[in-house]
């Protein structure tokens, strides 16, 4: 294994590591806040964190040149409503005791977004990407069958994501750069809610209380640290490895769920997972099919 690739592998490990596990014990605990003024932070911190990291590796030079182009920008306003609506389901979902069910998004999400470029960007695919997408199908078809089973805010956590990912495609910046003006795009909404939260008192961020300011504060570099990490291991490894990485992070979200949380989780749920997970299987071998040969 190439030096560049391991250390791709570590980078890549880590940042999924820590969406997977550090991520969802952070929110977790910080949901005394409840999900609306964590979402909030989220946002808020996010964008003030990517402004000083913008700043220290010089990247002001590519976030001016995107906001001059009308089209790109018009790209980045939908996408920053997408990610957004993802933050605020995946942070619900860990508050109201389901991230067994935002495991499922995040388990489905790579094959939606082989699905969506296969139809919308004319990528090419092979029998086992499609039986991935039909395995993932089946599986969304029994549970569905099996209404109370559905996991619902997986479902729009992939949803989103992979449209996410799928609209970015279109657009030439880099991710972070990208998502700071996601970031930005959305602040005034975070900000505005965060008034009207402030106004009925339920609220806990308060310069009064430096503990709690500072560990809602954490939101934000608790969303960009990771990231980081991840595009530095696809930068070092390439896609297809990174993409296989980033299964550690719905494989531990699911472990913490059911056994350290001990979500209610049912047979139904059980065998829509098992069928996901050979869908996944099938997908992860797919895709050291494609790496070796190439």
């Not at 999924?16 to 014990?25: A, E, F, K, P, Q």
């Not at 990247?59 to 990610?83: A, C, P, V």
């Not at 039909?134 to 209404?147: D, E, P, Q, T, W």
């Amino acid at each position: 294994m190439k030096k560049n690739t391991f250390h791709g592998i570590l980078y890549g490990a880590s940042g999924s590591l820590w969406w997977g596990t550090i991520g969802v014990i952070y929110f977790k605990s910080s949901s005394f806040a409840g999900p609306i003024e964590l979402v909030v932070h989220r946002t808020i911190w996010t964008a003030f964190s990517l402004i000083i990291t913008t700043s220290l590796f010089s990247k002001w030079e590519s976030f001016f040149k995107i906001i001059k182009r009308k089209k790109e920008m018009i790209y980045l306003l939908i996408t920053g409503i997408l990610i957004f609506t993802n933050w605020s389901t995946w942070i619900y979902a860990v508050v109201t005791n389901k991230i067994i069910d935002a495991s499922f998004g995040y388990f489905i999400m790579p094959i939606l977004s082989v699905f969506f470029g296969i139809i919308f960007l004319k990528e090419p695919f092979n029998k086992q990407k499609i039986l991935s997408v039909l395995l993932v199908a089946i599986s969304v078809g029994y549970l569905l069958l099996n209404f109370a089973s559905v996991p619902w805010v997986g479902l729009i956590v992939a949803l989103t994501w992979s449209i996410y990912s799928l609209l970015r495609k279109k657009i030439s910046v880099e991710s972070d750069v990208g998502l700071l003006i996601e970031s930005l795009y959305i602040t005034p909404l975070a900000l505005l809610i965060f008034y009207l939260i402030t106004i009925d008192g339920n609220y806990y961020f308060s310069l009064d209380n430096p503990k709690i300011a500072f560990w809602l504060f954490l939101a934000g570099p608790m969303t960009v640290i990771p990231l980081f990490l991840f595009l530095k291991g696809v930068d070092l490894a390439g896609l297809g490895t990174s993409g296989m990485v980033f299964f550690i992070t719905p494989t531990c979200q699911f472990l913490l769920g059911a056994f350290y949380y001990n979500e209610y989780f049912d047979l139904n749920k059980l065998i829509g997972f098992i069928i996901i997970w050979i869908a996944v299987a099938i997908y992860l071998h797919d895709l050291s099919r494609e790496k070796i040969s190439n």
